[in-house]
Each structure stands twice: as C-alpha cells, then as structure tokens.
C-alpha cells in the first residue's frame, strides 16, 4: 500500500525555523493534492497548507507569511518550511496526499511529526 513517511520534527525555540518532509512510497499511479494539518492537544485538527500538483498553493491565515509548502514531484515529496515559528505553532503535524492506485483514489495520512516551540 502506498505510505507516508513524515520527517524533520523536534524542539525549536520561538522565532526558530524547522522544515518537515513527507516521502510518499508505494504501487501508485500518481499523485495529486498534497498538504500539511497540524493538531494540538484537546483541540480539533486544522489545514495549515495544501498544494496541488501544478504548484497552486493555500495557507491558513494564522501561517501565512511564515510557512512555505513546496513539493517535488520526482522524489514524491512534500515539503513545510516553518520560519519565524511561534508557541502557539506547536503541535503534532500531519501530512496527507491523495494518490491514485489500480482501484481508484485514495488519501492517505502520515502518522505525524511533533514540532515544539519553546518560549
């Protein structure tokens, strides 16, 4: 089956940058959307960006500015710079694509990267 394998989490202090990576693996036919969610303890998970294949791009309002997603279809991966990251950034971050196997489409999820900011 086609998997997420999600890396570049870890402890970063407030105005810090981490950049995640997510590598897609598996029998498929292609790829199409790719995006990062983010989910904090007893809170709902949120989209923080999404980026299709041609390269159009969404952001949510409290992540624009600072984050930058980025892929690069060759390797199958996604990218999440995280520049000037904040408190209130920390979280579990998620990645998901939606790809196309022998059965159709699917979506599947990365099982998430913690990234802490410290104050």
């Known amino acids: 089956q086609v998997q997420l394998v999600e890396s570049g989490g870890g402890l970063v202090q407030a105005g810090g940058s981490l950049r995640l990576s997510c590598a897609a693996s598996g029998r498929m036919f292609s790829i199409n959307d790719m995006g990062w969610s983010r989910q904090a303890p007893g809170k709902q998970r949120e989209l923080v960006a999404r980026i299709i294949k041609g390269g159009t791009t969404n952001y949510a309002d409290s992540v624009k500015g600072r984050f930058t997603i980025s892929r690069d279809n060759a390797k199958n991966t996604v990218y999440l710079q995280m520049n000037s990251l904040k408190p209130e950034d920390t979280a579990v971050y998620y990645c998901?694509?939606?790809?196309?196997?022998?059965?159709?489409?699917?979506?599947?999820w990365g099982r998430g990267a913690r990234v802490t900011v410290s104050s």
């Open positions: 998901n694509a939606d790809v196309y196997v022998l059965t159709g489409k699917q979506e599947v």
